[in-house]
C-alpha cells in the first residue's frame, strides 16, 4: 500500500497572510485539526490547530479584552506556521510515512508529486488503516500467539486453520519477546473459539491471548 492510495485529497490549505483568528475558525469549520500554507500555489508552511491557539495572549494577561483582540487580529498564519516541511512523495510505502511521522512527532505529511502537493496524509488515515489491518470492523475469533522464529511455523499455522475451512479475516506479525519468537496475531471467521484453540496450540510456543472478537 502506497501513501496515493490513502491521501486526503484535495487538500484544504489556507493562505499565510490568513489571521490566525480566521485561520482557527477556518479549521474547525472543516473539522481538521492541520493545514498545509500554501502561497501562489507554492507550498510554505503547515500550520496546526495548536500553533494558532498558541498565539493568542495568556488568560493571565493585564491587557484589556480589545487590546488582546486587536493584537491577535495583527498575528498571521505566517507569524506562527512550522517553515521546514517534511513531505513525501505519492509513490511511498505507507510504513515509512508512518515511521517518518513517528521518529519525527508529527501529525501529518504533505504528499508531493514531482514539486506539487498532490494531498496529505495524517496519524488519523494511519488509525483507519490499522484498524483494517487489525480486523477491527469484522467478528471472529481473535488469537494473539508467539511463535518459534524458524522457518515453516508460521504456514503450520496459517495450514492448520485453512484445512478446517476457516477464513482469515486479519493477519499481522510483531516482534517477540526476543530474537527466538515472534508475536502473531490474527482473526479467524467461521470457526469457533474452542476449535481454533485446538487447532493452534500445537504450533505456537505461548498462546498469549484468544477471544471472540465482535465487529
Do not use: C
Request: aromatic letters at 4%; charged letters at 25%.
Amino acid at each position: 500500500m502506497l501513501v496515493g492510495d490513502r491521501m486526503k485529497h484535495p487538500v484544504i490549505t489556507v493562505s499565510p497572510e490568513m489571521a490566525v483568528v480566521d485561520a482557527l475558525s477556518f479549521l474547525r469549520k472543516e473539522k481538521i485539526r492541520r493545514a498545509p500554507v500554501v502561497k501562489d500555489g507554492k507550498l510554505v508552511g503547515i500550520v496546526s490547530e495548536k500553533d494558532l491557539l498558541n498565539a493568542s495572549p495568556s488568560t493571565a494577561t493585564s491587557l484589556s479584552v480589545w487590546e488582546v483582540n486587536y493584537l491577535v487580529s495583527k498575528i498571521l498564519v505566517k507569524d506562527v506556521m512550522t517553515k521546514k516541511i517534511l513531505t513525501v512523495p505519492e509513490n511511498t510505502p505507507i510504513e515509512e510515512a508512518a515511521r517518518t511521522m513517528a521518529d519525527n512527532k508529527i501529525g501529518a505529511l504533505p504528499v508531493m508529486r514531482d514539486d506539487q502537493m498532490v494531498g496529505i496524509i495524517t496519524e488519523t488515515d494511519l488509525f483507519k488503516i490499522f484498524l483494517e489491518l487489525m480486523g477491527a470492523r469484522e467478528s471472529g475469533v481473535r488469537v494473539t500467539a508467539l511463535i518459534p522464529e524458524k522457518p515453516g511455523q508460521l504456514a503450520k499455522v496459517t495450514q492448520a486453520i485453512t484445512n478446517a475451512q476457516g477464513n482469515f479475516i486479519a493477519f499481522v506479525q510483531f516482534a517477540g519477546e526476543d530474537p527466538s519468537n515472534r508475536l502473531l496475531s490474527f482473526k479467524v471467521a467461521d470457526l469457533t473459539l474452542g476449535e481454533v484453540r485446538t487447532l493452534v496450540e500445537p504450533f505456537v510456543d505461548t498462546l498469549v491471548d484468544i477471544r471472540d472478537s465482535p465487529a
